[in-house]
């Protein structure tokens, strides 16, 4: 008896580190829409805010050391996902150095606050500094949905990404 051995195809997995819980929030939430039988996304992991390239450095080194995938042989079918606000002053230097390290970037813009609000009709325009227009889409955010981005139930998600008009 000719015996084959059936070949387990190895899915693609994908581990996204997000910059703050809203993100994280907005990623679960799409993942279920969105995922498929040849990606798998673990749970997201939370990078708990960052200001700076520098802060974003140090994370990043402590994230990708922390699953320790040696050999690299073994892990070429595993992908680091990072999203963050494209708001910070060090937002391109981020996203360069990121896909530098060969991992994949998604960027808010102009930060998840804002994109959200775009996306219902109420574009956010940027007239004064990063700093202060970050903090103006917080304010004009809560004020809409009467809570902060990563409060946001999922009722609330799909009105804002499936009944817009």
């Given at each position: 008896m000719n015996k084959r051995k059936r070949k387990i195809k190895q899915k693609y997995l994908i581990i996204p580190f997000c910059e703050g819980e809203a993100e994280v929030n907005v990623f679960n939430?799409?993942?279920?829409?969105?995922?498929?039988?040849i990606i798998k996304f673990r749970k997201p992991e939370?990078?708990?805010?960052?200001r700076d390239f520098?802060?974003?450095?140090?994370?990043?080194?402590?994230?990708?050391?922390?699953?320790?995938?040696?050999?690299a042989n073994d892990y070429k079918k595993v992908g680091f996902?990072?999203?963050?606000?494209?708001?910070?002053?060090?937002?391109?230097?981020?996203?360069?150095?990121?896909?530098k390290e060969r991992c994949l970037v998604q960027l808010f813009n102009p930060n998840l606050e804002g994109l959200i609000l775009s996306i219902i009709g109420k574009k956010q325009i940027c007239s004064t500094d990063k700093e202060?227009?970050?903090?103006?889409?917080?304010?004009?955010?809560?004020?809409?949905?009467?809570?902060?981005?990563?409060?946001?139930?999922?009722?609330?998600?799909?009105?804002?990404?499936?009944?817009?008009?």
């Open positions: 939430f799409l993942k279920i829409t969105y995922s498929n039988k939370n990078l708990n805010g960052v520098k802060e974003f450095k140090r994370k990043y080194y402590k994230c990708i050391k922390a699953f320790n995938l040696k050999p996902l990072f999203i963050i606000d494209n708001d910070l002053e060090d937002s391109k230097k981020i996203e360069n150095f990121i896909l202060n227009f970050r903090k103006k889409c917080k304010v004009n955010f809560e004020k809409h949905f009467k809570c902060e981005a990563h409060k946001l139930k999922e009722n609330q998600l799909n009105d804002i990404f499936y009944n817009t008009n």
